[in-house]
């Protein structure tokens, strides 16, 4: 059965640094499509960066790129976001999201799902 567990959420004020964790079982996170989506109230879920083979080929939404990073323990068989120059607009629900074999850019394209870790970025 496919599990994935994000943690690492909380709140932050504008400018600082969190790191999401997501621990994955029954498949392999450098092997499949893996990535991470967030929604905040009001408005649909959108992608923050995805990757093909793991992290190993990072797709960055415009509004991240330069401030976040996807990245992964194999060891571990867990994926990561690291999060720099946080601010409000970061604001959402963030959810790690893994796929077997299409790494689409729209979240209804994925098949698995994380319940979801909250980020809160203060001004």
């Known amino acids: 059965q496919v599990q994935l567990v994000e943690s690492g959420g909380g709140s932050v004020q504008a400018g600082g640094s969190l790191r999401l964790s997501c621990a994955a079982s029954g498949f392999t996170v450098s092997r499949s499509c893996v990535g991470w989506f967030r929604q905040a109230p009001g408005k649909e879920r959108e992608r923050v960066a995805t990757?093909?083979?793991?992290?190993?080929?990072?797709v960055y939404a415009d509004s991240v790129k330069g401030r976040f990073i996807i990245s992964q323990d194999n060891t571990k068989n867990t994926l990561y976001l690291q999060m720099n120059s946080l601010k409000p607009e970061d604001t959402a629900m963030y959810y790690c999201?893994?796929?077997?074999?299409?790494?689409?850019?729209?979240?209804?394209?994925?098949?698995?799902w994380g319940q979801g870790t909250q980020v809160t970025v203060s001004s």
């Open positions: 990757g093909y083979s793991g992290t190993s080929f990072p």
């Open positions: 999201a893994a796929d077997p074999r299409y790494c689409g850019s729209r979240w209804t394209e994925w098949d698995y």
